[in-house]
Nanobody, 123 residues
Framework: QVQLVESGGGLVPAGGSLRLSCAAS????????MGWFRQAPGKEREFVAG????????YYADSVKGRFTISRDNAKNTVYLQMNSLKSEDTATYYC????????????????WGQGTQVTVSS
């Protein structure tokens, strides 16, 4: 049974930082591209960042480029999202997801999802 468990969300003032973690189990983690998505109330789920199997390739939504960093530790079966210079518009529930595709910006490409962690940025 595949499980993705996010942690690290919370309330942070604008300009602050948070680090999200996603621990994976039940899959060969090093064979999956990992992604972070987010969904704000009343909005569609949107892509935030992705990282390939080895961690050698990362890609971001334009809205977070230069502020967020995705990384992974295959020895720990964990993917991270370091979020700096947070803005009120970053407020959302953040989800990690896994895909067997080599690249993924579309949520439909992803096979497994976590339950989400709430990030609230106060202005």
């Amino acid at each position: 049974q595949v499980q993705l468990v996010e942690s690290g969300g919370g309330l942070v003032p604008a300009g602050g930082s948070l680090r999200l973690s996603c621990a994976a189990s039940g899959l060969t983690f090093s064979r999956y591209t990992m992604g972070w998505f987010r969904q704000a109330p009343g909005k569609e789920r949107e892509f935030v960042a992705g990282i390939n199997w080895t961690g050698g390739s990362t890609y971001y939504a334009d809205s977070v480029k230069g502020r967020f960093t995705i990384s992974r530790d295959n020895a720990k079966n964990t993917v991270y999202l370091q979020m700096n210079s947070l803005k009120s518009e970053d407020t959302a529930t953040y989800y990690c997801a896994a895909t067997s595709s080599w690249y993924g910006r579309n949520s439909r490409q992803y096979d497994y999802w976590g339950q989400g962690t709430q990030v609230t940025v106060s202005s």
